[in-house]
Structure formats: structure tokens, C-alpha cells
């Protein structure tokens, strides 16, 4: 079934698949909203009484009762007769709304607006205008008189004021001042006491070579903040006014120099698309170059980068020629350090293209260089996929590459040896020893982005390692790294590492599942489905077997490839403990990938409940080569903590 979504940002609304559910009367309504506003909180029964009723009725706790009884029927109308409620759930003394983090509109606003700050500048205009494109009307419109709705509606009124006036600030920075024009007249319209819209409107005039209108717009905002509030203009638009009166080349659009560096980049390619032949093979290598630079922007550059790149190798293999095939394959270098693709199917084709090629190459040594990028592409992209050619490739990508002392082709053939590093349980040591020299090769030899990859293998490796100091270190260097040479993918791990810091350092459950879907959010648009899908829920899963909290799996969320790990789990909320013990002996051997002690204590979970000794004997000799380090962490996003608690309590259950 849909899952149920809850609208605040003008009228009171439940849905499910897009159909509005019936939520009865007003007070049904109310109530409602009353628990969409404390944000998965408990709310008293005797809080509901007070904020329904000003003169409660003598029966008013069991209406509340009532309320809720006919709410639980309309969001989940085939829950089983005395099974308990999933979303909308008794709790001490109250009620409380479990709704997923975007299941209400008012959060994913809130979340949108936050990752629009957080995000690329570029895209933040779109993302906001998505994110006001929630809004329907006042917040909890109809409620615009109760108490217990006024501060929620004033915070929310003001976040998306703010968020239009962002908006327009981020256009007009990035030159698109003609873009936040109409925007910011119809909120002035509605809005006229807002200094910063008035400012922000002249601002984007002026730099559209409309200077009279700007000094037009300052004039009516000097006589609306008189006529409304009896203020003269505060000193930034008194500041703007004599600006554009005098002219001031700081009013001027920013980034002079990227203009330039976009008339050199337009000449350029002009005179390349000028001089090179239309079918001239350097243009095939020139665009796997240009895949290359795209690819570390991340999102929709990381995306167009992927497609592209099969494109350009099927093309090289067209003309037949196996030196060419190898350089164009082996020109895309960019350093991964994630162990599951994003693009499976993408990978496959890559690795067969590079074997047909690694054929296809002349025996003698003049062909070693290429050899080794071709080996280094099939130990890369053969990431996540469990047989013996990955990690010999690696292993003979390696050797080459150190005989012929290529700084460049060292790094790109580590990358591989990286990839094929988790064909069992701990070898977060040998990880941190390979992001050791990454980083070393990439500082000496001006190679940016293997350094980078350096400092990121060796978060993942020291969080294993339960040494989250130096751990600590690599993500500030390596945030270093990323803001002076402009690589915005680097803030997705280091925002999940921070999550995992709170969850390994002790802090309250609340406080880390927040920060996991906060890291969560900055995935959207990062280009990344192969480290996307399914994350948080088994973040989530880890936390709460960290904590010691009843498992609550929900099999409709989006698990990915971590679905089979889950599902026992939810057979068993259902009291379907044979079907979930078939689920569990059918589970596969864990992907050789960064998670895989996460996945072995998941089953090891599973294996306890259902008192499994060959699933249990199993999990031990899985997990033992990982004593001593945090189960998942190696990661560097998420764990199920302790590897030795998990090894001590399926010891005490094989050896009661």
C-alpha cells in the first residue's frame, strides 16, 4: 500500500497514492495537525483535551479517544483487528504521528531549504522554487486562530519568506538578476515591509541596465516602510541607493573572472571545433577527458559523465583500433571510493570492452602503460561483484604500474586495488595502508583528486578502526582539498561521517537518526544511486541494534540492495518467524563491498531471534577476522557498532 503523506502548508490533508483520505470533522482534523506539529513527539492525551476545547466537555478524553480511533482507521484501513497502530501510535500518556522524515510537506520544505544552503550554488535557485512550490495556502489554514498553531505558523511563514528572498539572492549572484525580478514584485506585493526584498529588487534592476527603475523601486520602498511603519530605509538600502547613483563597479555582477574564463572557454572550443576534423580520434579522446572533469561535480554532472562515457568507448571501439580503445578507456581515471557501482549494468559493459581490448593489444612492453589503465578500469568497475578476475586484475594493475614508476598510473591502479579490498572481513588495515600512499602519490605529484580519494579511504579505514581522531583529521583535509579545487561530492561522505561520529561517540539515538537523514538529504541529486539506495534505512537498522531498540523495519521503504536483509526482519514483526527463517538461510553471502560486516551482523541479528546455530556459526567466522573494529564503519557512513559485542553475544548463545 502507498505510503500515507500529510499536507500543513495551507489545508489540513492526508493522502495515500494521491488520493485524499476522509480525516471527518474539524477536531478529527485538529488532532491531526496537533501531532504533525510535534514532529514524531508524544503528545498527552490531557495536552489534545486542552488545545481542542477552551471549556473542555465533561467526556472530552474519551472524543479524543474517539478521534484518534476513527484517524487510525482512515491511514491505515487494513491494519488487522487488535494488531497495534504503525503510524499514528499510543505512546505513555499520548498519540504520536510516526510519519516518515518526507512524508509531511512542511518538512520536506524545511529539508529542501536546508540542503539549498548546504548544496551547490548553482542548483539551489531550483531546488528552492521546487520547495516553495509546497505551499498551498497558510500554514494549517484552517487553524490560523489556535493557540497551540501560532508560533508553528509564524516560524514557518517567515522560513518561506526567507527562502523566496534566498532565492532571489542566489539568482541575482549568479547572474540571473532578470530571473528574480517578477519573483520578488509579486512577494513585495504581499510582503512590502521586507528591507532585504526592496534591496534585492533594485540590486537585480540595476545589474539588468535598468538603473532608473532600481532608483524607482528604492523611492517606493522609502515611502511604504513611512506610510507602514513609520521607518526611513535601514542603512543597506541607503547604502544601494547612493551606490547606484554613483555607480559603483561593486554593484557590478560578481565573478569578472569567470566571465573571461567563459569567452576563453567558448573561444577555445571554437577554434577546436574549427581545426579538428569531425572524425579525427583526438576528439574522442578530448571528450573523455572533458567526462573526466565532469564526473567529480557530482549530480547531474556525474550522471551525464556515465551515460557519455559507454558511448565514447563503443565509439573508439568502431574504428578498430585497440591502442585508441585503451587510451580512451583508460583515460577515465576518476577516483571511486564507494565498493557497490552506481550503474551495474553501465560497469558490466565497460569490463568487456576493456577485456576485448586487453586481447586485442600488441604483446610487447610498449603497451605495459595502457595494459595497466585497462586492468585498473576492470578492478574498478568490477567493484561490488564477487569473483576472482577483479582482484587479479588489480593485483597485475599494481605490479605494472610500480615497474614503470607512473606516479599517475600508480595512483589510478591502487584506486583498483581499493575496490577489490573487501573480499572479507578485516582488511580495514590494508585499506588505510593504500589511502596512506594515495595520499602521499597525490600531495607529491599534484594529483588532487587521488589525494583526496586518499584522505577518504583512510576516514573509512581509521572509523573501522575505532579511531575517529585521525579519522577527524582526513575529513578536514580532505574538505580542504575539496574547497579550494571545487569537489562538492567530498561533503556527502564527510556529512555522513559526522553522522556516524554521533552514533559511535555515544550521543542519544534521537540526536544521531536526525543527523543520519540529514547526511541522508545532501544524497538527493548527488548523482550516486549505487551509495543512495538503501542507506539510511540500513543506517537506521544499525542505530537501533546499537542502542538496543525493537527493530522496526518498514518493507515498503526504499531498502535497494540491502532488501534481502530486511525483509526477514519484517517477517518477523508479523509473527511469520518460519517464513523469516527460510529468509534467512536463503540470505547470500554479503557483497564483497564496504558494508559487508554491517550485512554480517545484520544476519547475525536475525540469527539470534530465530535461535539459527549454522546462521550463527556462520556470522562468527565471518566477523572474527574483524575483531577489535566497529562493524560497518569501514564505511565511513554508518555501523552496527562494536564487532566484539556482536562476536561475545552469538558466543553466548552457541556457548550458553
Partial sequence: MDAVTFGVLGPVTAERGGDPLALKGPRHRAVLARLVLARRRTVPVARLVEDLWETPPPRAVGAVRTFVGDLRRALEPDRAPRAPARLLVTEGPGYALRAAADAVDAWRFETAVAEADRGPAGRAPDRLRAALEEWRGPAYAEF???????????????????????????????????????????????????????????????????????????????????????????????????????????????????????????????????????????????????????????????????????????????????????????????????????????????????????????????????????????????????????????????????????????????????????????????RDALGAELVALGTRNGLVNHAVLGHLVRLQARSALADLDAADEHAAAAERLAARHDRPLVAVFT??????????????????????????????????????????????????????????????????????????????????ATEAGTALAALPQPPPDLLYEALCCAEAALALRLGDRPALERARARLLPAAGELAGAGSGLLTFGPVDDWLTTIGRALDP
Fill in 144 to 430: 490560523g486562530a489556535a493557540r497551540w498553531a501560532r508560533g508553528e505558523r509564524t516560524r514557518l511563514t517567515e522560513l518561506r519568506l526567507r527562502a523566496v528572498e534566498r532565492r532571489a539572492e542566489l539568482l541575482v549572484d549568479l547572474g540571473r538578476a532578470a530571473e528574480a525580478v517578477p519573483d520578488l514584485d509579486a512577494h513585495l506585493t504581499g510582503h512590502p515591509w521586507r528591507e532585504e526584498a526592496w534591496r534585492l529588487l533594485a540590486l537585480a534592476l540595476y545589474r539588468t541596465g535598468r538603473q532608473g527603475d532600481a532608483l524607482a523601486v528604492l523611492r517606493r520602498a522609502r515611502a511604504r516602510l513611512a506610510g507602514h511603519l513609520g521607518l526611513d530605509p535601514g542603512p543597506r538600502l541607503r547604502r544601494l541607493e547612493a551606490g547606484i547613483l554613483a555607480q559603483d563597479p561593486e554593484l557590478d555582477p560578481p565573478g569578472a573572472p569567470a566571465d573571461a574564463a567563459a569567452r576563453l572557454w567558448a573561444s577555445a572550443t571554437e577554434a577546436y571545433d574549427r581545426t579538428v576534423a569531425a572524425g579525427a580520434h583526438a576528439r574522442l579522446e578530448s571528450a573523455v577527458g572533458l567526462l573526466r572533469g565532469l564526473a567529480v561535480t557530482g549530480g547531474d554532472g556525474l550522471e551525464a559523465a556515465r551515460e557519455h562515457r559507454t558511448t565514447a568507448v563503443e565509439a573508439a571501439e568502431e574504428t578498430g583500433d585497440a591502442e585508441l580503445t585503451a587510451r580512451v578507456i583508460g583515460a577515465y581515471d576518476v577516483p571511486a571510493n564507494w565498493t557497490r557501482g552506481d550503474d551495474p549494468e553501465a560497469a558490466r559493459r565497460i569490463v568487456e570492452a576493456a577485456e576485448r581490448t586487453l586481447a586485442a593489444l600488441p604483446p610487447d612492453a610498449g603497451a605495459d602503460a595502457a595494459r595497466c589503465r585497462l586492468l585498473a578500469t576492470v578492478a574498478v568497475e568490477s567493484r561490488g561483484v564477487r569473483s576472482e578476475r577483479g582482484p587479479r586484475a588489480a593485483a597485475e594493475a599494481e605490479r605494472i604500474a610500480r615497474r614503470l614508476d607512473d606516479p599517475a598510473l600508480l595512483a589510478f591502479a591502487l584506486n583498483g586495488v581499493f575496490m577489490q579490498s573487501c573480499t572479507r572481513a578485516g582488511l580495514a588495515p590494508r
Fill in 495 to 576: 556529512d555522513w561521517y559526522r553522522a556516524l561520529r554521533l552514533a559511535v561517540t555515544g550521543s542519544p539515538y534521537d540526536s544521531a537518526a536526525a543527523a543520519y537523514r540529514s547526511a541522508a538529504a545532501r544524497l538527493d541529486g548527488a548523482g550516486m544511486p549505487g551509495l543512495e539506495r538503501g542507506l539510511l534505512p540500513l543506517a537506521l537498522l544499525g542505530l537501533r541494534l546499537a542502542h538496543g531498540r525493537p527493530v522496526d523495519v518498514d518493507p515498503d521503504e526504499d531498502w535497494g540492495p540491502y532488501r534481502p536483509w530486511a525483509e526477514p526482519f519484517a517477517l518477523l514483526a508479523d509473527g511469520r
